[in-house]
Structures are given as structure tokens and as C-alpha cells.
């Protein structure tokens, strides 16, 4: 099946600082990916959805120069949050859509965010 | 608008219970598609079950049962004799056909006894 990986798995920082999360589809080339984000016990709420080559599309209420997401290539999107804060610490998980089966996201295993 | 309803914030049943978790959508879309998905404690997203909207069919797979009926605009999932393993939160989720947007209902948090 497809595979869609994400690194760092977790990381700590410092308020302040800014963070840089990868997202990569393994064995497939994902025209569109998105990006979730999920606070403790609750659900998943999408934050911008990026497409190879292009702007990210980005939710209402979702700061687009604070999480900046850039989709360089068919295999890798990146989401860069700027100056994290505290508040900015949660579960941040990625999705990868494959062109050959619409309506089908796998997601990535997220990357665990804490500002300190 | 879409938008997902789990009732069900958290459930509690002894190992080898049936148990059943509730989800109702509400969408103007004509095509779409519905979703569970299983989320263990260690976080990762497990996908359980994609049925689209022309497909009314009832599934089964395993101990796993999924009860789709247009006309009230659910989609409920089943497990058969529970067992400590499908501890986890289920979401159900929705997307339309004229874009890829998942929603996701807030969760059911399920607790299999021992």
C-alpha cells in the first residue's frame, strides 16, 4: 500500500523558534497533499491543502504566513511553523492523495509539537 | 455544509461485547464518500473503511461491520466481540467528490475492558 512518512516524529523547541516538518509520499507521487492539525482529544481539523507547484490553499482561520507550506516536488511537502509559540504545540498529521485514486488520503504517522 | 456527528464522546464495554458507535453526516453533495478511521494512542491514522454514497451495501470485514443507510444519513460501525486492541478512537469522516477536504467527526474514544 501506500506509504506516506513524516519526520521528525516529534520535536521540542524553544518559543520563538521556528519549526520545519516534512512530509513525504514513499512509493508514489502525490499531485495534492494536506495538513492536519489535532489538539489533545480532539479531532482532526485541516489546516491548508498544497498541490505540487503551487499555493497552498489554506482554511479559514489558519494563518498562512505563520505555517508556511511549500510542496516542492511530487514526493515532499513541508510545513514550516514561524515563530512558534505554546499555543502552536499539537499533533501535526499529513495526508498525500494519489491521482490515480480520488477521493483515497494516506496519512502520514504526525509529528508531535511541543513549544516550550 | 458538511459536518459529522459522533454522539458518542466515550464508550465502555467489557472484552468480548458488541459494540456499536454511531455516526450521522449531514452533506448537500450527491456524490460523496464516507470514512472510519482508528486512531491508537500511538497516534498514527489507521484507515478501516472507504464506502461512497451510490453504495448502500452493508460490509463486513472480520469482526468489523459497517451499517450505511442513506436515509437517515448514517453510517454506523459494529465490532463484534470486542477485544483490548480496538482501544482506540474511531472518526468517521466525510468528503464530497467535487474536492479531496476530509471532515472528520470529533471521535469516539472506546475503552475495552478487560
Known amino acids: 500500500g501506500a506509504v506516506v512518512s513524516q519526520h521528525p516524529s516529534w520535536v521540542i523547541c524553544k518559543s520563538g523558534t521556528s519549526v520545519k516538518i516534512e512530509c513525504r509520499s514513499l512509493d508514489f507521487q502525490a499531485t495534492t497533499m494536506f495538513w492536519y492539525r489535532q489538539f489533545p482529544k480532539q479531532s482532526l481539523m485541516l489546516m491548508a491543502t498544497s498541490n505540487e507547484g503551487s499555493k497552498a490553499t489554506y482554511e479559514q482561520g489558519v494563518e498562512k504566513d505563520k505555517f508556511l507550506i511549500n510542496h516542492a516536488s511530487l514526493t515532499l511537502s513541508t510545513l514550516t511553523v514561524t515563530s512558534a509559540h505554546p499555543e502552536d504545540s499539537s499533533f501535526y498529521i499529513c495526508?498525500?492523495?494519489?491521482?490515480?485514486?480520488?477521493?483515497?488520503?494516506?496519512f502520514g504517522p504526525g509529528t508531535r509539537l511541543l513549544v516550550l | 455544509a458538511q459536518k459529522v456527528t459522533q454522539a458518542q464522546t466515550e464508550i465502555s464495554v467489557v472484552e468480548k461485547e458488541d459494540v456499536t458507535l454511531d455516526c450521522v453526516y449531514e452533506t448537500r453533495d450527491t456524490t460523496y464518500y464516507l470514512f472510519w478511521y482508528k486512531q491508537p494512542p500511538s497516534g498514527e491514522l489507521v484507515f478501516l473503511i472507504r464506502r461512497n454514497s451510490f453504495d448502500e451495501q452493508n460490509e463486513i470485514s472480520g469482526r468489523y461491520s459497517w451499517n450505511f443507510q442513506k436515509s437517515t444519513s448514517s453510517f454506523n460501525f459494529t465490532i463484534t466481540a470486542s477485544q483490548v486492541v480496538d482501544s482506540a478512537v474511531y472518526f468517521c469522516a466525510l468528503s464530497a467528490l467535487r474536492d479531496d477536504k476530509i471532515i472528520f467527526g470529533k471521535g469516539t474514544r472506546l475503552h475495552i475492558l478487560p
Open positions: 495526508s498525500a492523495r494519489t491521482p490515480t485514486r480520488a477521493q483515497t488520503q494516506y
